[in-house]
């Protein structure tokens, strides 16, 4: 088993930065792929972006393509999700999820998740 703690959320202007980490405890984060969701007040839950098991491969939804990247540090057994030109349509609870899939595999459905931290807070003003 892992456990997942998010954190690096806020409040930041339209345009600005943002950091979120995943720090995973339990299990090594690099035995798992693990994915960003989000989920703005109103809606379900969608997909932000993934990083394989071993961290070979990455892969982020259209909307945040360009402007969002998601990285690993084996050392600190922690998951990133760089944030970057925050639109205030990112504005939500912020989730990070581990699953057990094969290496190298991207898994975006969040039913492929079996383990999620509690989410961190962004807020995006404009």
């Known amino acids: 088993q892992v456990q997942l703690v998010e954190s690096g959320g806020g409040l930041v202007q339209a345009g600005g930065s943002l950091r979120l980490s995943c720090a995973a405890s339990?299990?090594?984060?690099?035995?798992?792929?693990v994915g960003w969701f989000r989920q703005a007040p109103g809606k379900e839950r969608e997909f932000v972006a993934a990083?394989?098991?071993?961290?070979?491969?990455?892969y982020c939804a259209d909307s945040v393509k360009g402007r969002f990247t998601i990285s690993r540090d084996n050392a600190k057994n922690t998951v990133y999700l760089q944030m970057n030109s925050l639109k205030p349509e990112d504005s939500a609870v912020y989730y990070c999820?581990?699953?057990?899939?094969?290496?190298?595999?991207?898994?975006?459905?969040?039913?492929?998740?079996?383990?999620w931290g509690q989410g961190t807070q962004v807020t995006v003003s404009s």
């Open positions: 999820a581990a699953s057990p899939a094969f290496p190298l595999r991207i898994v975006t459905r969040e039913d492929e998740y079996n383990y």
């Open positions: 339990g299990r090594s984060s690099s035995s798992y792929a």
């Open positions: 990083l394989s098991r071993g961290g070979g491969s990455t």
